[in-house]
């Protein structure tokens, strides 16, 4: 018992700081939805405007089937609630196998199981404290949105849906644990079903013939509880025997294998492959390219999707005057809509691709940690080198991504046959590119001057900065709040032209940054984790 | 003269209040088999690293074969570097991870690192991760070695070996030497350094309190010396140079440093059935320091 307790609460210790932040993070989230909501369609006509507007094919496919959204509660979960979801998911896959299975890897999970217990006890224990990080970010949402006005029993029900999405991801990478021998693997295959389940979330939105689609995925079913008016409680029950189904499986697993191994391992001995061996750069190369193709892949389909309703939702621009003008009142001039449309849109790749470029720098922080650093900076290799390095890698790696978005969302647009242009489609993309070198920048300074937030710091300021633009300009926030956020000074690009002296200022900011973190590591010791 | 392998000159690192190494003056000759002691925390490590740049001195230099530390791009053509604790890339095998380090080093002695591969025993063509401590410690050691450097740098390397494979190190250790490579040894295992090294540098608690030749370091220290007497035994406390004393069934343990002349003059007047006399073991010289 005393070992049990032990193991609960050494894993609460490793992943109970993100869950905080997690939460945390959710929690604001949701009072700046509601706000903007209350702000935005302050009145009854323009609620029942939305509820239209929401109904649009092309619009259900991204925000979901409006439901109750003349309550801000309903609100928050249309326009939000996949958010909220995608947000507990992902924690919940990366805290799982970072308990389940990154503890193996390090050949620390030993030191656990040497004590009285067994180890499927200890998956499930481990798995329990993720599931009690899931429901705090499920009281997060719940308690934001009650203290938003929104009726509580719906509250309660958001929140225990979140917890129980967050939750089932925690199932399915319990089971990628068991399946793939590094945890690099095992949040990858469960990212892989997370994206899934978005596409089918996606598909089963498009029609109402295919509406059936949603009950095959944790995302419909949060719609299909129908919070904050029916309350349909039992939905809760999908969740809960999912959970039930994915947590036995990986406890079943794990019962037959032994302690650092997989049930899908690879050869101990492949045929050595001995290319982009040459150099530390042509090895950074060659280290992240799998998972640059990772990126790119889930890029490609998302963008390629939407290129693919692109003529929809212009069609119904067209027709809908008082959404146009929700556009222009967010500085969108949309004389051309299609590529008025793309533009706004442009700005969450600025994101996504700030996201690569911290996760690339954190990659590189993760071989100073382990120590592997080393082995290059003890043989004749300046650390400005590997550093200068993988800058470059990150900056070419950003805007082959930015490259491959575009000819995506173009090559979707062409198949329904839209008026977009490729040029408009990679310029759209590549316009964010200023703000992904200011945040490659900024991760690269983190990673001189304080190693180990180098990740933490910088997505959380890409994600502030980016959410400050989405809703500090509807909420009327003053322009030099605004203005703080790199993604202000973005033009839509197509429909408005580049804006070249942010582009620079902005790219000028991201190279200081960098230089200023070169100097910071030629200065300071190796720091492991 | 030949330029020494190393110097370092008032080497000193602070963490914050800790204080890891304090002015460390230190000079290792070309084709030497330095050993470093000291106990956990000592600051052995931390004055490898110092060496390496891969820490940044609070105050002092360090010299490479005459190439200051901090010009990595220059001083590190010159040297190679074993740390105690061997992490390396999980997913790639033996082969790629030498072939990588052999590219970023360059002039790769491909025969001598198939011979080390050979008589380290290795199996290059396995995945990393499936590498014991030992194994991990093979690949930096053959890494190492097979440049044939003008220096190595040996952070305990030989933690997680079996005695054969200790065995086989040693003898690699002595032709590199023997070749004009200088091997800088740090290590806790005593023995390893009693047979290996030529001088070593005794380090407690970041400062360091000896460096000596092993042979001078022995007569510096006490000699034991055990009677066997036949009858009474004669009072030995009080002689010049005795240090303990201790009876043993017939007779008496005494550990003399310095000239055992009052020792062997006291014992001469009484009926000594046989007298032994042993150098210190390394370990019980080292023991004296702390």
């Known amino acids: 018992m005393g070992t049990q307790l032990a193991v609960v609460r050494l894993s609460s210790r490793l992943v109970r700081r993100g869950a905080v932040l997690v939460a945390l993070g959710a929690t604001a989230y949701v009072v700046v939805e509601a706000f903007s909501y209350e702000a935005a369609y302050p009145d009854a006509a323009s609620r029942a405007r939305l509820a239209e507007f929401g109904d649009e094919p092309a619009v259900r496919m991204l925000s979901g089937i409006p439901y109750a959204v003349d309550t801000v509660g309903g609100f928050v979960v249309w326009d939000g609630g996949y958010f909220l979801q995608v947000l507990a998911g992902i924690w919940a896959l990366i805290a799982t196998a970072r308990l389940l299975r990154a503890e193996e890897d ?11 217990v067994r180890a499927t006890r200890a998956v499930a224990l481990q798995l329990g404290v993720v599931l009690a990080g899931c429901l705090l970010i499920g009281a997060g949402v719940a308690g934001a949105l009650a ?5 509580a029993a719906g509250s309660v029900a958001v929140g225990l849906a979140v917890a129980g999405f967050g939750s089932a991801f925690a199932g399915v990478a319990a089971v990628t644990s068991q399946l793939f021998e590094v945890r690099r693997r095992a949040v990858g295959a469960a990212a892989i079903a997370l994206g899934l389940a978005f596409l089918l979330r996606m598909v089963s939105n498009s029609s109402d013939e295919r509406a059936w689609v949603a009950w095959s995925t944790p995302f419909g079913w949060m719609d299909r509880m129908r919070a904050f008016g029916e309350n349909r409680w039992w939905v809760l029950g999908l969740h809960v025997g999912l959970v039930a189904v994915l947590a036995t499986t990986a406890l079943v697993l794990r019962s037959r294998r032994d302690i650092g191994t997989a049930i899908l391992a690879s050869s101990d001995a492949p045929r050595p492959r001995l290319r982009l061996l040459g150099s530390p750069v042509a090895f950074a190369w060659r280290s992240s390219l799998g998972i640059l193709a990772a990126w790119a892949a889930g890029l490609v389909l998302y963008t390629f999707v939407l290129g693919t309703l692109l003529v929809t939702m212009t069609d119904f621009l067209t027709e809908d005057p008082s959404y146009r003008a929700a556009l222009e009142l967010m500085g969108v001039d949309l004389t051309e809509v299609t590529q008025g449309l793309i533009g706004v849109m442009g700005l969450l790749y600025g994101l996504v691709f700030a996201l690569y470029a911290a996760w690339r720098v954190g990659a590189a922080r993760t071989e100073e940690a382990t120590g592997r650093l080393e082995h290059l900076l003890t043989r004749p290799v300046p650390r400005w080198r590997w550093f200068g390095g993988h800058a470059v890698l990150t900056l070419v790696s950003a805007a082959l991504l930015a490259l491959v978005t575009g000819l995506a969302l173009w090559a979707g647009s062409a198949v329904v046959g839209s008026d977009l242009t490729l040029a408009d489609a990679v310029a759209s993309t590549a316009n964010t590119l200023p703000v992904v070198l200011l945040f490659a920048g900024v991760a690269f300074l983190v990673l001189g001057a304080a190693p180990r937030l180098t990740v933490g710091l910088t997505i959380g300021l890409a994600a502030l900065t980016y959410v400050v633009q989405l809703v500090g300009p509807m909420l009327e926030w003053p322009s030099y709040v605004v203005g703080l956020s790199p993604f202000h000074h973005l033009a839509p690009v197509p429909a408005e032209p580049y804006a070249l002296t942010a582009g620079l200022v902005m790219a000028g900011l991201g190279v200081a940054a960098g230089l200023l973190g070169v100097a910071a590591f030629e200065r300071r010791d190796l720091a492991g984790a | 003269m030949d330029l020494p392998a190393l110097s370092t000159h008032g080497l000193t690192k602070h ?17 030497e088999i330095f050993g470093y002691l000291g106990p956990n925390g000592a600051g052995k490590s931390t004055t490898i690293r110092l060496l390496l740049s891969l820490i940044r001195p609070t105050a002092g230099s360090a010299e490479i074969m005459g190439i200051p530390a901090r010009d990595v791009a220059r001083a590190h053509r010159h040297v190679t570097y074993v740390p105690g604790d061997v992490a390396l890339w999980p997913q790639l095998t033996g082969t790629e991870i030498l072939t990588l380090l052999g590219n970023v080093s360059g002039g790769v002695d491909a025969a001598y690192r198939d011979e080390l591969v050979e008589r380290f025993q290795l199996d290059p063509s396995k995945r990393a991760r499936s590498y014991s401590k030992g194994n991990r410690q093979k690949v930096a050691l053959v890494a190492a070695f097979m440049t044939r450097p003008d220096v190595l740098l040996l952070d305990e390397p030989t933690a997680g070996l079996d005695p054969l494979m200790e065995e086989e190190f040693q003898r690699i250790a002595r032709d590199a030497a023997a070749r004009g490579q200088t091997i800088f040894l740090s290590s806790h295992i005593l023995d390893e350094v009693e047979d290996l090294c030529d001088r070593v540098g005794i380090l407690r608690e970041g400062r360091l309190v000896e460096v000596a030749a092993l042979e001078e ?7 034991v010396f055990e009677a066997i007497v036949d009858g009474e035994l004669p ?3 009080g002689l010049r140079g005795v240090t303990v004393t201790e009876p043993i069934p017939g007779g008496v343990r005494v550990s003399v440093t310095g000239s055992p002349a009052e020792l062997l003059a006291r014992l001469a007047s009484v009926p000594v059935i046989q007298l032994r006399s042993r150098e210190p073991s390394l370990e019980e010289i080292f023991l004296t320091y702390y």
């Open chain 2, 235 to 237: 009072d030995l406390s």
């Open chain 1, 106 to 116: 390090a050949e620390r999970a030993e030191l656990v199981l040497a004590g009285p």
């Open chain 1, 147 to 151: 203290a938003s006005g929104a009726q």
């Open chain 2, 217 to 223: 370091l022995r007569r510096m220290h006490t000699t």
């Open chain 2, 15 to 31: 963490f914050g209040p800790v204080v890891a190494l304090q002015d460390l003056d230190l000079e290792v000759a070309q084709g």
